[in-house]
């Protein structure tokens, strides 16, 4: 069974700090990596996406991915209210299969 | 990125009763997917519409359950059949555009199935 996990939370962090999202996969040969971010009763908006080891910033968001320990995470810097949402880390595995399996979700508040 | 619609966005239905969903995009895009998301869950996918082929289901989903079509490269549709409680649920289609790797989703159908 090829699994995404992350970390459940609930997340709190104040309002200007860091939020660190994590998420492991199973899958050593996935190539494709995603992170959706979900506010309650919409649907999933595509804010990072990255392909190859190590960071990728995009303004206050930046995705880092670790290939070999199977890891990827989002660091979310200055965050704010409005980043109050579930993260949503999602992952192609590869291969002719274009789907994505999608982890649980991280639940984040940002304190104001 | 691309316009996604689908209708209709909620709907309360009786069991044993069925509900087409349909999802269209404003330019063409290569792949398009259905997923479901129970209640304070994450998104399972149902199946991958091809087009002009049956679609490809998951494990766990059957084409009795969920038949979906897509006639063009724009437009596709899941049926929902012989609806139970256990199918309330938000229905998500998604794409990914021509040329990208990248999949969008669209607003989504709120289902309750009394």
């Known amino acids: 069974q090829k699994e995404v996990e992350q970390n459940s939370g609930p997340l709190s962090v104040p309002e200007g700090a860091i939020a660190s999202l994590n998420c492991t996969y199973s899958d050593r040969g996935s190539q494709s990596f995603f992170w959706y971010r979900q506010y309650s009763g919409k649907s999933p908006e595509l804010i990072m996406f990255?392909?190859?080891?190590g960071d990728k910033e995009d303004g206050r968001f930046t995705a880092q991915l670790n290939k070999a320990s199977q890891y990827v995470s989002l660091l979310i810097r200055d965050s704010q209210p409005s980043d109050s949402a579930t993260y949503l880390c999602?992952?192609?595995?590869?291969?002719?299969?274009?789907?994505?399996?999608f982890g649980s979700g991280t639940q984040l508040t940002v304190l104001p | 990125s691309a316009v996604i619609s689908q209708k209709p966005s909620r709907d309360i239905c009786q069991r044993g009763t069925s509900l087409t969903i349909q999802c269209q995009v404003d330019?063409?895009?290569?792949?398009m997917f259905w997923y479901r998301q129970q209640p304070g869950q994450s998104l399972t996918l149902i199946a991958t519409a091809n087009q002009g082929s049956e679609a490809t289901y998951e494990s766990g989903f059957v084409i009795d359950k969920f038949p979906i079509s897509r006639p063009n490269l724009t437009f596709s549709t899941l049926t929902v059949s012989n609806m139970s409680p256990e199918d309330s649920s938000i229905y998500l289609c998604s794409v990914e555009l021509a040329g990208g790797g990248t999949q969008y989703f669209g607003p989504g159908t709120r289902l309750l199935v009394l």
């Open positions: 330019s063409q895009v290569t792949m």
């Open positions: 990255i392909y190859s080891n």
């Open positions: 999602a992952v192609n595995m590869g291969g002719s299969a274009r789907q994505l399996t």
